[in-house]
């Protein structure tokens, strides 16, 4: 069995940003304005016009209220309402810097913030959009503007070299910064769906094996009542001999006694195996990992389990969940890019416990071997991609899983090539394809030999 978060994750999630948040940082942005303003003219003894300079900072604070008021606390923002939301504050942080100066005014570089919350928060587009509006509300600050004027009439200028540098240091600051931001938000996101598929799978195999557990033990539990049951109607059917009717009655309750039996042998078969052996022989659980795969047209060897020299008995390691998912997952990977083989190999040697899972396939593309593991790894395929495996789409999330869920159990994993994928066919080994080696401290993975089973405990309900 196979699991597929990607309809249980929002991919395509939007309503990313809260409200609140815009209003915060707009009541923070209105405080700096009015400080910078009221410091400007009373301390610093520029002539400003300061209607218009009240009327723009008025503008946001009334924006604010409004905000607060109509809309519930909790509102998220759809990517429509957002932008509109950043161009709002990107027109009237413009509209102040034309009425102070434009890029003489030191506080211009504050037009970054809006173009850098979008790469965080929203769509490459819209992002994209702010952008350019940004740039072109800079490039008209710096061509039309009201001039600075000091206490006395003189107009504060700087020299058109150094304002075309303060105008081009900004245009690269957007682009840099928005770039900058939104590929890290981008990897966070990434990262975050990625763990929760991991959960999600840990949760489902966790699940299947406390089920397969109650069905075991109940199978268990109740085959002494079952036997009893069949006991006393079989008695039942030999003494009721002259009563036709009744010892149908007794008769059926038999044969149904029996088919609850064998339901509840068949459901319990899969969970003895799943729980009620919490150890296990290192060769049963990769065969047990590989079992899924043994029917889609490829041939898995299962290579005998090398161990140190001398006398020494096959070792046992913990079943857990997330171990036997894990490599589940690296076989189906190893299959799905085979040509014909699987090469699945155990080994114990000093303080390791080692797997190593081979294939005859391609290997991994050479440029992308540092970044396997990582989620969402997509690369355009090839030709004999499409042909091997038309419905493929490939994220990248199948590995992450199982290289998350393999580490938790303590383990290292490395991903590398058999051969070099550019020989000839002719120059190729068996073994060419990728090779995933994963590794364990042996205190980590084995079973301790002196602990058993332990004794079913009754079901009591």
């Known amino acids: ?4 978060p990607a309809p249980h994750l929002g991919f395509q999630r939007t309503d990313w940003v809260r409200l609140r948040t815009l209003i915060v940082l707009r009541w923070m942005a209105i405080a700096g304005q009015l400080l910078a303003i009221v410091v400007a003219d009373r301390l ?38 957002a932008m509109l939301t950043l161009l709002f504050d990107l027109s009237q942080l413009s509209f ?11 506080f211009a570089l504050l037009i970054l913030a809006p173009v850098t919350i979008s790469a965080s928060a929203l769509h490459l587009r819209t992002t994209v959009m702010l952008g350019v509006v940004a740039v072109a509300l800079v490039t008209v600050a710096a061509l039309a503007k009201v001039p600075l004027r000091m206490e006395d009439g003189t107009v504060l200028s700087v020299p058109p070299l150094f304002e075309f540098g303060f105008w081009l ?13 939104r590929r890290v938000a981008t990897e966070i996101r990434t990262m975050s769906d990625a763990l929760l598929a991991t959960q999600m799978a840990l949760a489902r195999e966790q699940k299947l094996t406390d089920l397969g557990g109650v069905v075991a033990a109940a199978a268990h539990e109740l085959g002494t009542p079952l036997a009893t049951i069949k006991l006393v109607s079989a008695e039942l059917i030999d003494e009721l001999a002259d009563q036709p009717d ?34 296990a022989p290192l060769s049963a659980v990769l065969a047990e990992a590989a079992e899924p795969h043994r029917s889609r047209g490829k041939t898995l060897k299962f290579g005998n389990i090398l161990l140190p020299t001398g006398p020494s008995r096959a070792p046992e390691i913990l079943r857990r969940p997330e171990l036997i998912h894990g490599l589940r997952n690296l076989i189906q990977n190893a299959v799905d890019f085979s040509r014909s083989t699987v090469w699945i190999d155990g080994e114990v040697s000093g303080s390791k416990v080692t797997v190593r899972i081979v294939d005859d396939g391609d290997g991994f593309p050479p440029q992308m071997i540092g970044r396997i593991g990582d989620p969402f790894l997509k690369s355009r395929k090839s030709v004999q991609d499409v042909q091997s495996r038309p419905a493929y789409e490939g994220m990248g999330l199948g590995l ?62």
């Open 44 to 81: 610093v003894g520029l002539q400003l016009p300061l209607g218009l300079c009240y009327l723009a900072v008025g503008a946001s604070v009334i924006a604010n209220l409004v905000a607060t008021f109509i809309f519930p606390e909790n509102k998220r923002l759809s990517e429509r309402e």
């Open 96 to 106: 102040l810097l034309y009425l102070t100066g434009g890029l003489t005014n030191p």
């Open 246 to 279: 009744l010892q149908d009655d007794a008769r059926l309750i038999r044969d149904q006694a029996d088919r609850c039996r064998d339901i509840l042998r068949s459901m319990g078969r899969s969970g003895k195996d799943d729980l009620h052996l919490r150890k």
């Open 169 to 181: 240091s900004i245009v690269i600051g957007l682009v840099f910064l928005g770039v900058y931001s």
């Open 1 to 4: 069995m196979t699991f597929d």
């Open 400 to 461: 992450f899983i199982a290289k998350t869920l393999l580490e938790r159990t303590g383990a290292e994993l490395t991903f590398a090539n058999a051969a070099d994928p550019f020989l000839s066919s002719d120059e190729r080994p068996e073994r060419c394809g990728a090779v995933v080696e994963v590794s364990w401290p042996q205190s980590a993975i084995l079973a301790d030999p002196d602990i058993g089973i332990g004794a079913n405990s009754p079901i009591i309900g």
